[in-house]
Every structure is written in structure tokens, then in C-alpha cells.
């Protein structure tokens, strides 16, 4: 299995502050073949279900505030709000499709400072 | 737009066996060829995948859970079902089905969610 590990556990920013969370797998989610990251990145909020931001680990959903960017590859991945609203408070996951199972990290809480 | 709604006991009692469905509005089962998976949440905890069926009925399952889990789908209901078989405590979590975002691969991210469901396994 790949195992996904991501940091920090938890972090605070400031409102209008920018907010960095690393995803690593335990290996490669390139696929060389088209060159694309099989990873994806979700917003969790308490009582609804995860929402999908990020796909191909940079590929913005539509609909997603431009706030939000994927960047990484290989094994390293990072989320970054650029300017945190409130409304972003949530747990966030990285989630690799590369293989069977597919797995997902622990997840990273953010908070307003 | 494709909608996804869990149901089923929110309690089950140790030993007994599962079982969960996952209605589908919106779209067919049988006029796409998505992947269509269960996913779990233990309380206070990370997401956990626990397989996937194809739209022709073809699965895999996490082999964490396999000697456990069937996943069912019945096209003419638009519905698939998990069942999971001699719970216990640690099988307490919110079941979340999903679908596999494109059309005939397995390996692509999860969108749509349905809202999910809290089972309990308790005596």
C-alpha cells in the first residue's frame, strides 16, 4: 500500500494569511507514461462530505476559489491557501489514485489564529 | 448532476453483519461506466477506503477489509450496497459512497460524495 503522510497535524493562520500543508507518499504517484501526479486534495467539513480541490495534484476543480493551489510531484505534494478566509476552516486530505488501495492521508486541521 | 444518499441502521451489534445502500439520482448506473466505492471515517479520524465496484459488477476490495466486504449494485434500482460482515467496535465510522470521477478507469479521484452515514456497532 502507499502510505500518506502529511504535516503539519493541525495549524493556525491569520485571516488574509497563507496556509502551507505538505502531503508525502510513500512512493511515486507519477505515472510516467502521461506524466501526471495521481493525487488529489479535499476540503472536510464537520457534517458534510469531503469536497474535492484539487486534482492531477495541481488541477483546480471548478467552482474552487483560485486561493487554493496544488503543487508537487513525485512524492511531494503541498496545498497552499493563499489568503485564508473563514470559511476554510476545515481538515484537509491528500489522497493518492496511483494504486489499489487507494489511500488517503491524516489529515491536516486548519484554524484562524 | 449525480446525487448520492446513504441509508441504512445507524446501529448494529457485534457479530451481525452491516449493511448500507447508497441510492443514486440523476444519472444510471448502466449508461456510464464509473467505479463506485465505499469510503469510511472512524470517529475522529482519517478516511479510509474500503472498495470499489464497476458498473458491470466487477469489485475490489481493500485488503485490509476483504475477507468481510461485498459491494453490490442493482442497476435497476440505481442503488449499490456494502456489506460488511462480523463487525465490531472498530467497524464504528461514517460510510461515505463516492464515485469515481471518469468514465472506465478505477484510478481517478472521488466526486461526487454522498453525505454519509453514522453506523454504530454496539451491543
Known amino acids: 500500500d502507499i502510505v500518506m503522510t502529511q504535516s503539519p497535524d493541525s495549524l493556525a493562520v491569520s485571516l488574509g494569511e497563507r496556509a502551507t500543508i505538505n502531503c508525502k507518499s510513500s512512493?511515486?504517484?507519477?505515472?510516467?507514461?502521461?506524466?501526471?501526479?495521481?493525487l488529489a486534495w479535499y476540503q472536510h467539513k464537520p457534517g458534510q462530505p469531503p469536497k474535492l480541490l484539487i486534482y492531477?495534484?495541481?488541477t483546480r476543480e471548478s467552482g474552487v476559489p483560485d486561493r487554493f493551489s496544488g503543487s508537487g510531484s513525485g512524492t511531494d505534494f503541498t496545498l497552499t491557501i493563499s489568503s485564508l478566509q473563514a470559511e476554510d476552516v476545515a481538515v484537509y486530505y491528500c489522497?493518492?489514485?496511483?494504486?489499489?488501495?487507494?489511500?488517503f492521508g491524516p489529515g491536516t486541521k486548519v484554524d484562524i489564529k | 448532476q449525480v446525487q448520492l444518499q446513504e441509508s441504512g441502521p445507524g446501529l448494529v451489534k457485534p457479530s451481525q453483519t452491516l449493511s448500507l445502500t447508497c441510492t443514486v439520482s440523476?444519472?444510471?448506473?448502466?449508461?456510464?461506466?464509473?467505479?463506485w466505492s465505499w469510503i469510511r471515517q472512524h470517529p475522529g479520524k482519517g478516511l479510509e477506503w474500503i472498495g470499489y465496484?464497476?458498473?458491470?459488477?466487477?469489485?475490489y476490495y481493500n485488503p485490509s477489509l476483504k475477507s468481510r466486504v461485498t459491494i453490490s449494485v442493482d442497476t435497476s434500482k440505481n442503488q449499490l450496497s456494502l456489506k460488511l460482515s462480523s463487525v465490531t467496535a472498530a467497524d464504528t465510522a461514517v460510510y461515505y459512497c463516492?464515485?469515481?470521477?471518469?468514465?472506465?478507469?478505477?484510478?481517478?479521484?472521488?466526486?461526487?460524495w454522498g453525505q454519509g452515514t453514522l453506523v454504530t456497532v454496539s451491543s
Open positions: 463516492a464515485r469515481g470521477s471518469d468514465v472506465d478507469t478505477a484510478y481517478n479521484w472521488f466526486d461526487p
Open positions: 440523476g444519472g444510471s448506473f448502466s449508461s456510464g461506466g464509473y467505479y
Open positions: 465496484i464497476y458498473y458491470s459488477g466487477s469489485t
Open positions: 492531477w495534484a495541481s
Open positions: 512512493q511515486s504517484v507519477l505515472y510516467s507514461s502521461n506524466s501526471k501526479n495521481y
Open positions: 489522497q493518492q489514485y496511483y494504486s489499489t488501495p487507494f489511500t
